[in-house]
């Protein structure tokens, strides 16, 4: 009923910069959040950055190895969050995974299905 679904990952270099986008459709009524997780081989999950809806403010999360060069944001009437990634690291390689938690008869978190970013010379 609801879809998810991301994409603009891909292969940089160091140094260099990606966006990603990740749309839900579907029945939604509401989205209370929106957040980006990744997970690298051999690692746990780790959720990246993430956007609280507040009202007429939105909150921004981000973890602490990425402050300063991520930035997540969303364009409500298109159900879609962003990741603007800048200065990417080696260490930022991973699959990344976007998370919307709505309503649409009921709560569901909604996951997208992966998108790979890899970070290499």
């Known amino acids: 009923q609801v879809q998810v679904v991301e994409s603009g990952g891909g292969l940089v270099q160091p140094g260099g910069s990606l966006r990603l986008s990740c749309a839900a459709s579907g029945s939604i009524n509401r989205v209370n959040a929106m957040a980006w997780y990744r997970q690298a081989p051999g690692k746990e999950r780790e959720l990246v950055a993430a956007?609280?809806?507040?009202?007429?403010?939105?909150?921004?999360n981000y973890v602490d190895s990425v402050k300063g060069r991520f930035i997540i944001s969303r364009d409500n009437a298109k159900n879609t969050v962003y990741l603007q990634m800048n200065s990417l690291k080696p260490e930022d390689t991973a699959v990344y995974y976007c998370r919307f938690s709505v309503v649409t008869s009921r709560y569901l978190e909604v996951w997208g299905q992966g998108t790979l970013v890899t970070v290499s010379s």
């Open positions: 956007i609280t809806s507040g009202g007429m403010t939105d909150y921004l």
